[in-house]
Structures are given as C-alpha cells and as structure tokens.
T-cell receptor, first 112, second 110 residues
Framework: DADVTQTPRNRITKTGKRIMLECSQT?????MYWYRQDPGLGLRLIYY???????NKGEISDGYSVSRQAQAKFSLSLESAIPNQTALYFC???????????FGPGTRLTVL | GIQVEQSPPDLILQEGANSTLRCNFS?????LQWFHQNPWGQLINLFY???GTKQNGRLSATTVATERYSLLYISSSQTTDSGVYFC????????????FGKGTKLSVKP
C-alpha cells in the first residue's frame, strides 16, 4: 500500500545530543512537511518542501534543520536536543494541486 | 493568520449516542480536513471537505465555506471512536501548512 512511514517510532535521548528523524513515502507526492505536536495542542509546522530543491521554514523552525534527500525522503534533525523539544513529531505528504495532506504514524521524542 | 476554533473542547458520550463537533475558521480556505487522533497518537484522515457534505459510514461532515464553519457528525458512537478530533485548514490564498484547531476530546463510555 502507498504509505507514509516514520523512523524511529519512539526515541529517548539526552540534552545536547544530535538526533535525526526520518520520513519516507511511497505515495509519489511532491510535497512533504514536518509538524510537531505538544500535549493538549494541535500540530504546528516546522519545515516544508515542495520538491527536492525546495526547503521552507515553518512557524517553529528554530533548533531544527531538514534534508530532502529524494522525492520520497524528508529528514528532520535536531542538532543539539533540548528538553522542550520533547514532543510528538509528524511527517505529512501532499500531491501538488490536491490540497489534501496525509500523515505518518508519528515519532514520540523525549529529551532528558 | 487564519484562526481555527473547535467546540466543544471535551465531550463524554454513552455508547450509541450521536454527537456534533464544530469547527469555525476566520477566513476563506482551500483545504479543510478532519482527523481522528487515536489513543496511540496516530492521525487518521476522516474527511477532506473544503465545501459541501460527505459521508463515510457512521461519520459525516458538512462545510459551509461562505459562513466559515464545518461540522462533523458521529452517529451511534462506539468506544473505538474515543480520541481527539482535529479540524485543520489552509487559507484560500496560501500554500503550505495546515492550521490546526486545538481539538475536541471525545470519550465514549460502554
């Protein structure tokens, strides 16, 4: 089945460590997004990419970086993790012109 | 930017009851989606509905774009309907991210 997958699904790390979250999709969609969800809140955008050569900052990009290695892969990095980056992270995809977004299963990240 | 408000914030139902969840938004939109976040945190697409009415089994949704609101109807609720329901929109003149409401937390009791 065409899908959006995220790895790892759960991760516990320590303050100051570098960590990468990965997203892959088999939907053939051009557009990919990284969101973060904090307890009791909706999702907020970190970065998005409309194609391999296009990267855009979202609402809360400070402390994060991304890499679009291929149309199907979009990675999120925390260069030096801090406790307030503890959250649930979602990757999403969208076909150009469709307006509908599809979400991966999420990565639960804890920074101690 | 566009504002999204969902009501009620919390809802407790007995199994078998019906419910209506509301989403108000502050500007024209080119995308409106309803999601169900289950207790394991997964976001499940329910409807893509920037306008009009759709039905899928016990769930249906209506968006009245001119009046800037959308409604999600759940009929004959089941315990597996429990979780948080999110409405998310994208402004009519923009591309990029969805703006999420804070959600309605639904608990269905057996």
């Amino acid at each position: 089945d065409a899908d959006v997958t995220q790895t790892p699904r759960n991760r516990i790390t320590k303050t100051g460590k570098r960590i990468m979250l990965e997203c892959s999709q088999t939907k053939g969609h051009d557009r990919m997004y990284w969101y973060r969800q904090d307890p009791g809140l909706g999702l907020r955008l970190i970065y998005y990419s409309f194609d391999v050569k296009d990267i855009n900052k979202g609402e809360i990009s400070d402390g994060y970086s991304v890499s679009r290695q291929a149309q199907a892969k979009f990675s999120l990095s925390l260069e030096s993790a801090i406790p307030n980056q503890t959250a649930l992270y979602f990757c999403a995809t969208e076909a150009q012109g469709s307006n509908e977004q599809f979400f991966g299963p999420g990565t639960r990240l804890t920074v101690l | 930017g566009i504002q999204v408000e969902q009501s009620p914030p919390d809802l407790i139902l007995q199994e078998g009851a019906n419910s209506t969840l509301r989403c108000n938004f502050s500007d024209s939109v080119n995308n409106l989606q309803w999601f169900h976040q289950n207790p394991w945190g997964q976001l499940i697409n329910l409807f893509y509905i920037p306008s009009g009415t759709k039905q899928n089994g016990r769930l249906s949704a209506t968006t009245v774009a001119t009046e800037r609101y959308s409604l999600l109807y759940i009929s004959s609720s089941q315990t597996t309907d429990s979780g948080v329901y999110f409405c998310a929109v994208r402004g009519g003149g923009s591309q990029g991210n969805l703006i999420f409401g804070k959600g309605t937390k639904l608990s269905v009791k057996p």
